[in-house]
């Protein structure tokens, strides 16, 4: 997505499958940037706030984004996490603001219920909150990461402390309701994203889609460039 110099991550696809919203420091400062998802034209600013932005997606009218500090040092620090409508609102509104860092924010499918990681009681918790409203709940019960919605909005999935896969039934009504955590399976064979979901579930929400640990394979990666592949692509569909 970007030159050599320039660093693009946490990307997420729009409601609608056609873009990817995603961070880019191209032009200077971490900022949310969106492009077409079958490669036609340029990458766009969506989002320029005075901090820097770790993460953000889009959720119909509104971009949901995680704004850090002035100390962007790494990749996965956490911030306060906000929401805008840029064509209408002139000041964001924060969602969640706290003195510890929140991050991997992510939104049910009915767009009701806003999961997120904070670390505000000491320990990377998964909570959630009110899109719209007020009030919060603490969803994992000793530790957990890396929340992702089933495609339903029946259950919300998270990696707890010990590097388990789990599930929390979650219950349809006025205010957020859900059950004991229930164990599904070990992740210790796959990738830990650092807080960030390192796996995703299909739209049936009866597979899991992980990367496999290999030590030998991550030896010998090999990175291959290829340019104008959307090009090649259509010569090769046209013949």
Do not use: C
């Amino acid at each position: 997505m970007g030159g050599e110099s320039e660093s693009n991550f946490r990307p997420h696809w729009s409601p609608d499958s056609q873009s990817l919203t995603f961070v880019s420091n191209r032009e200077g400062k971490y900022d949310l940037w969106e492009k077409r998802a079958d490669g036609t034209g340029t990458a766009e600013p969506v989002l320029d706030e005075d901090q820097p932005i770790r993460e953000g997606f889009r959720a119909d009218d509104w971009l949901v984004y995680v704004e850090g500090s002035d100390d962007f040092s790494g990749l996965l620090g956490g911030g306060d996490i906000f929401k805008k409508r840029p064509e209408m609102d002139s000041v964001p509104i924060p969602l969640v603001v706290a003195e510890n860092g929140q991050y991997s924010a992510t939104l049910s499918p009915d767009g009701r219920w806003l999961a997120y990681v904070s670390n505000q009681t000491g320990r990377e918790e998964v909570w959630v909150r009110p899109f719209e409203g007020t009030g919060q709940w603490l969803v994992s019960i000793s530790g957990g990461a890396e929340p992702v919605w089933a495609h339903s909005g029946d259950e919300l999935f998270y990696r707890n402390r010990v590097n388990e896969l789990v599930s929390v039934k979650v219950s349809a009504g006025s205010s957020f309701a859900w059950d004991g955590e229930d164990v599904l399976f070990s992740m210790s064979e796959y990738l830990r994203g650092s807080g960030y979901p390192m796996y995703d579930v299909s739209t049936d929400d009866q597979e899991f889609v992980m990367l496999r640990n290999n030590d030998e394979a991550e030896a010998n990666i090999e990175l291959i460039l290829v340019d104008n592949f959307f090009e090649e692509l259509r010569q090769r569909v046209e013949n």
